[in-house]
């Protein structure tokens, strides 16, 4: 016997490509969601980390910074304490230079020289004196420059012949000059020598 099939076949099958057409979809969309829902999960996970991190990291910036300033307030403080040190130092010093200049002055001047002014502004000390010759104050200028502990940069501002009369009656020529040194601060143990030729004469006979 032949079976004839007068049902619409063509419509049939198009019915049910449509349902497996939109069976796939639905399954696309619910696995699109469920990687879509994944995703969001680790990114959540992974911000809520960083979140974490980065609040560790400010409180580790927040403690560094107390200690920064910490670290720079006592910073401030030693050298203050530096300062005040280095002013304690050079004001005992200072005390002692006016010994120490006239010591100097004494060792330095040689024979044949007298000094009548001795004047300090600051560093700079200015001398007046005279001499028997000119080689004298050469001589001046060279210890000053070359052997002094406490004297330094020897320039002559002036020198001047002149003619002075003795006690007896007799005018001898002398040179009177002025000069200026400057004053400096030697090593420590030099700084310490103790100042026992500040009652010793200035002027050096010959």
């Known amino acids: 016997m032949i079976l004839i099939n007068l049902l ?21 969309a619910v696995v699109g969601a469920a990687v879509v829902g994944l995703w969001f999960s680790i990114v959540q996970q992974m911000t ?18 107390l200690q920064i300033k910490d670290i720079a307030s006592l910073r401030g403080e030693i050298d203050a304490l530096k ?12 005390r002692n230079l006016p010994v120490h200049l006239l010591s100097d002055l004494v060792a330095q001047t040689p024979e044949g020289i007298y000094l009548t002014s001795i004047r300090q502004n600051g560093q700079v000390v200015a001398i007046t004196g005279v001499a028997q010759t000119n080689e004298r104050v050469s001589e001046f200028l060279r210890n000053t420059a070359y052997n002094s502990t406490w ?15 003795m006690a007896n009656r007799e005018q001898r020529r002398l040179f009177d000059f002025s000069m200026r040194v400057t004053l ?23």
């Open 151 to 165: 004297l330094d940069k020897p320039e002559l501002v002036e020198i001047k012949a002149s003619t002075q009369q």
């Open 184 to 206: 400096k601060r030697p090593q420590a143990g030099a700084a310490t020598a103790a100042a026992g030729g500040a009652s010793a004469p200035l002027a050096k006979s010959s």
């Open 83 to 94: 300062a005040r040190q280095k002013a304690v130092e050079d004001l005992q010093t200072d």
């Open 48 to 65: 809520s980390n960083q979140q974490s991190r980065n609040e560790f990291l400010k409180a580790e910036i927040a403690r560094l910074d």
């Open 8 to 28: 619409p076949h063509r419509e049939e099958k198009r019915r049910q490509r449509k349902r497996a057409f939109f069976a796939g979809v639905v399954a696309a």
